[in-house]
C-alpha cells in the first residue's frame, strides 16, 4: 500500500516539476526580453524563420544567462534600496548611466558575460536580439523557445 501512495506521491512531483519548469521557461524568456537586454534597431523588414539550430542555441544562452540575470538584478535592486529599477538595455550607455556608480559596473559586467554566452552559443547578438523580437510576436516560435528551455532544464536536472 504504501509503495502505492510512494508512486502516487512522485508522480504529483513529477507534474509539479513539469509545470514549475514550464513556468520558469516562459518567464524567463519574459524577463530576458525586458530586463537586462542588449539592444537592437528596429528591423522593418519581416522577421527571417528560426531553424532548430537556432532554437536551441537560443535557449542554452538564455538558461545560461538567467542564474547571472538574476545576481546581476539582485545586486542592483539592493543597491537601489526601494526605488524602482530601470530598464537596462546593454548598448544604451544612457540607461547604464542612469544607475548609481556601483550598479553600473554590475550592468556592465553582466552585459559583457551575457554576450560572451550568446556569442559561445553560435548567435550573434544581433540575431539573439531578433529572434527575442520574434518571440514576443509569434506565438508559434514563443512555444517552441519553452519546450526547448523545458527540455533542456531536465536534461540538466535528470540524475
Excluded at 546581476?72 to 526601494?82: C, N, R, V
Excluded at 544604451?92 to 544607475?99: C, G, H, R, V, Y
Excluded at 558575460?113 to 550573434?124: F, G, P, R
Aim: glycine share 2%; hydrophobic share 40%.
Amino acid at each position: 500500500m504504501q509503495k502505492t501512495a510512494n508512486l502516487f506521491f512522485r508522480d504529483s512531483l513529477k507534474q509539479m516539476f513539469s509545470r514549475t519548469l514550464s513556468y520558469s521557461a516562459i518567464a524567463t524568456t519574459g524577463l530576458i526580453a525586458s530586463v537586462l537586454i542588449f539592444s537592437t534597431k528596429a528591423n522593418a523588414q519581416s522577421p527571417s524563420p528560426v531553424n532548430s539550430n537556432e532554437i536551441n542555441s537560443y535557449a542554452q544562452a538564455v538558461l545560461a544567462m538567467e542564474p547571472a540575470r538574476q545576481q546581476a538584478f539582485d545586486d542592483i535592486k539592493k543597491l537601489m534600496g526601494g526605488r524602482e529599477i530601470p530598464q537596462i538595455v546593454c548598448n544604451d550607455p544612457k540607461s547604464i548611466s542612469a544607475l548609481p556608480k556601483k550598479a553600473q559596473g554590475i550592468a556592465v559586467n553582466y552585459c559583457k558575460h551575457s554576450q560572451k554566452i550568446v556569442e559561445d552559443n553560435n548567435l550573434t547578438i544581433e540575431r539573439f536580439n531578433q529572434i527575442t523580437v520574434d518571440i514576443q510576436k509569434d506565438e508559434n516560435l514563443k512555444r517552441q523557445v519553452s519546450n526547448a528551455l523545458i527540455r533542456l532544464q531536465k536534461a540538466s536536472a535528470a540524475p
